[in-house]
């Protein structure tokens, strides 16, 4: 099973044709700022239940995005 989240994902989408998946963040960042933004991406021996389990539980520990400069 491969499985990808964030905290808050913008766009969510995946292509089958391809086996490539993303989760793209939508970060407000101001001219001369740097953002960080974490994306989880599991691997792992289990179903799409257990998939959805792992990300539900684990997706409130990512950090938020942040922005510095």
Known sequence: MAASFSRD???????PELTCQHVDPQVTLP???TAFYEVKILLF???LEDALD???HERPLLKESETSK
Do not use: D, F, I, M
């Open 9 to 15: 994902p913008g766009n969510v989408w995946s292509n």
């Open 31 to 33: 001219k001369g700022q």
């Open 45 to 47: 021996r289990g179903t």
């Open 54 to 56: 792992k990300a539900l």
